[in-house]
């Protein structure tokens, strides 16, 4: 069955006239694509931003992966669909949570919505913590990279994926995890031919390597040719990032970390504050766990208003704001945020204890992102596109609407 639109979480969208593939380059800086095609190793991705629409965007703040590919595919910022991190503290359980788990979305994704009207619906993505979450309750195939060896036809609506992308299952720290979702998109499109498709890279080469870097443009030279098959087989693309990423060091190449748990045990005592880093899962080899945005869990709302003032003047910091004033800004569920929340400046990172961040392997100077400075992110289409309004403040989860109701 079709139908000529579909609502979802308060946007419509149209039935797609030819098949849509919305690609999420995980820490794609607009910097990474400007030097790949400066460097002539990208010829289909200089053709798609001249032929097509070159537009930028911003993310959702925390600049996550999580959060960010949750809003991709709800079209609607985390106040909406409840994810805005990859954990949370639960005060009534006294503990972190892992937000993995679909049981914490609040909405339904366009990807489930389209699949229940009758489309054919495909989700392939670099990690397995991602999966869950963004086939929720979604009939079609979805699944990891990561897991690729696993997949059964019951959980992921497809089997034999090895044999069907002809690629062993790669590491979770290689280029190859995400080169595996994009030859999983074409073969996917040459043989299942989805209406709808969304793939999900890892950033493991965006922390290591910076735009211009011979492995940047060798990892996006790789992007180039799977993104042209993908034209050749009549998709109108999109592609976005789930945020950009910045350089968290000095001169020397040493962190610049503001530990923020010892600072506060300093200033008021041990563990009278909680310092949560969303950023933090279980993949913290490429970036140590430190990102550039924190909540904090304080006594209380008077003790709180009270820190706000002390912790604003910490060098590196950018901004500090009561949970209010966050949720609003960032449109991001109160419930779920701490009573503070704290972002640093763009070539900083927060942490919560020294003795608690594992750096040892790092092996390239710090690069991360959770901030603002990390907000600004590439939004282009192989198509040109029309009826966006002047002035229109684009954000990276009108990727589907871009796709579906403003691409020719």
Request: hydrophobic share 45%; charged share 20%.
């Amino acid at each position: 069955m079709t139908t000529e639109t579909i609502e979802v979480n308060a946007r419509n969208y149209r039935w797609m006239s030819r098949p849509v593939v919305v690609v999420c380059v995980d820490g794609c800086e607009p910097a990474y694509l400007d030097a790949a095609v400066a460097a002539g190793v990208a010829p289909y991705l200089a053709r798609m931003m001249k032929t097509g629409a070159n537009l930028l965007a911003d993310c959702v703040v925390p600049s996550f992966t999580n959060p960010n590919n949750l809003s991709i595919v709800t079209g609607a910022p985390p106040a909406v669909h409840g994810i805005c991190g990859n954990y949370f503290f639960d005060r009534e359980l006294g503990e972190e949570v892992m937000m993995n788990d679909p049981k914490y979305l609040r909405a339904g994704t366009v990807l489930a919505a389209f699949a229940d009207a009758g489309a054919k619906v495909a989700v392939v993505t670099a990690k397995d913590k991602l999966r869950k979450l963004l086939g929720n309750h979604m009939k079609g195939i979805c699944f990891s990279s990561e897991k690729a060896d696993q997949v059964t036809l019951v959980e992921n609506g497809i089997d034999n994926v090895l044999d069907l992308v002809r690629m062993p299952v790669p590491s979770v720290y290689s280029a190859e995890l995400s080169e595996f979702v994009f030859a999983a998109g074409v073969k996917l499109m040459e043989t299942r031919r989805p209406d709808l498709m969304y793939l999900s890279t890892t950033d493991y080469v965006q922390h290591k390597a910076a735009p211009g870097s011979a492995a940047a443009n060798s990892f996006y030279a790789m992007m180039d040719r799977y993104l042209a098959q993908l034209d050749e087989l009549g998709a109108t693309i999109v592609l976005t990032a789930d945020h950009g990423m910045n350089d968290k060091h000095d001169s020397d190449g040493k962190p610049n970390v503001i530990y923020l748990q010892d600072v506060l045990d300093g200033w008021y005592g041990v563990d009278k504050a909680r310092v949560i880093l969303p950023i933090t899962d279980p993949y913290v080899v490429h970036h140590g766990a430190l990102g550039s945005f924190a909540t904090v869990y304080a006594p209380d709302e008077a003790t709180a208003a009270q820190w706000i003032l002390r912790i604003k003047e910490v060098p590196g910091m950018e901004s500090v704001l009561s949970r209010a004033e966050a949720a609003k800004r960032f449109e991001l569920p109160p419930d779920r945020i701490g009573d503070i929340v704290v972002v640093s400046e763009r070539n900083t990172v927060i942490g919560t204890s020294a003795s608690r961040h594992d750096l040892s392997a790092l092996e390239v100077p710090l690069r991360s992102h959770g901030g603002v400075s990390e907000q600004r992110v590439p939004l282009i289409c192989n198509r040109p596109v029309n009826g966006i309004a002047s002035g229109r403040r684009l954000r990276n989860f009108d990727a589907l609407d871009l796709a579906l109701n403003h691409a020719q």
